[in-house]
T-cell receptor, first 114, second 116 residues
Framework: ETGVTQSPTHLIKTRGQQVTLRCSSQ?????VSWYQQALGQGPQFIFQ???????GRGNFPPRFSGLQFPNYSSELNVNALELDDSALYLC???FGQGASYEQYFGPGTRLTVT | AQSVSQHNHHVILSEAASLELGCNYS??????LFWYVQYPGQHLQLLLK????DPLVKGIKGFEAEFIKSKFSFNLRKPSVQWSDTAEYFC??????????????WGLGTSLAVNP
């Protein structure tokens, strides 16, 4: 059974640029959730995708967007990067929508915006 | 707004000491409760969860947590810690029947260091 993988592991971008982060869900899972974890903070829910549709969103502006593909992998896109977007971005997959299903986390992508 | 408070940010214990990490949440309705752990260099993983039923739940590696509804608390306990329990511990809450019930709300985390 393959776990959740994320790419890249680290990324450095300049303010105003755009970034795409990728996540491959665990085998058999159809739901992907994305979280932002700033240094010293707990994860903050960005959004969730279930069967290729956005299925719940946290308090993040529209410049945070995503996609889910037919194989249930997912992308997180962030436009017009700001310094405060520097964080660890976590992807979690689960079988079923809603936070009640156990979520399996990837290692995260560390984004630094300069 | 819903929130989760973890009272201890950093805890240092010796092996065999007992552990209790506090977690309180603010939401008056029905909740699902979780404790996650992140060992050094590893992914976040689920320790235990409470959805309904017996308020005392047992998780992996000898951990347990008790849901006390009247206190809005879900404290994590272990009678005797080991060096391998050194990790970051997160409490998370899902407010069921809230507008966005797919959202997990997380505490800031507690960093536990166990000295051998």
């Amino acid at each position: 059974e393959t776990g959740v993988t994320q790419s890249p592991t680290h990324l450095i971008k300049t303010r105003g640029q755009q970034v795409t982060l990728r996540c491959s869900s665990q085998s058999g899972h159809n739901t992907v959730s994305w979280y932002q974890q700033a240094l010293g903070q707990g994860p903050q829910f960005i959004f969730q995708y279930y069967r290729e549709e956005e299925n719940g969103r946290g308090n993040f502006p529209p410049r945070f967007s995503g996609l889910q593909f037919p194989n249930y992998s997912s992308e997180l896109n962030v436009n017009a990067l700001e310094l405060d977007d520097s964080a660890l971005y976590l992807c979690a997959s689960s079988f079923g929508q809603g936070a009640s299903y156990e979520q399996y986390f990837g290692p995260g992508t560390r984004l630094t915006v300069t | 707004a819903q929130s989760v408070s973890q009272h201890n940010h950093h805890v240092i214990l010796s092996e065999a000491a007992s552990l209790e990490l506090g977690c309180n949440y603010s939401y008056g309705g029905t909740v699902n409760l979780f404790w996650y752990v992140q060992y050094p260099g590893q992914h976040l993983q689920l320790l235990l969860k409470y959805f309904s039923g017996d308020p005392l739940v047992k998780g992996i590696k000898g951990f347990e947590a008790e849901f006390i509804k009247s206190k809005f608390s879900f404290n994590l306990r272990k009678p005797s810690v080991q060096w391998s329990d050194t990790a970051e511990y997160f409490c998370a809450v899902n407010a069921r029947n809230a507008g966005n019930n797919r959202k997990l709300i997380w505490g800031l985390g507690t960093s536990l260091a166990v000295n051998p």
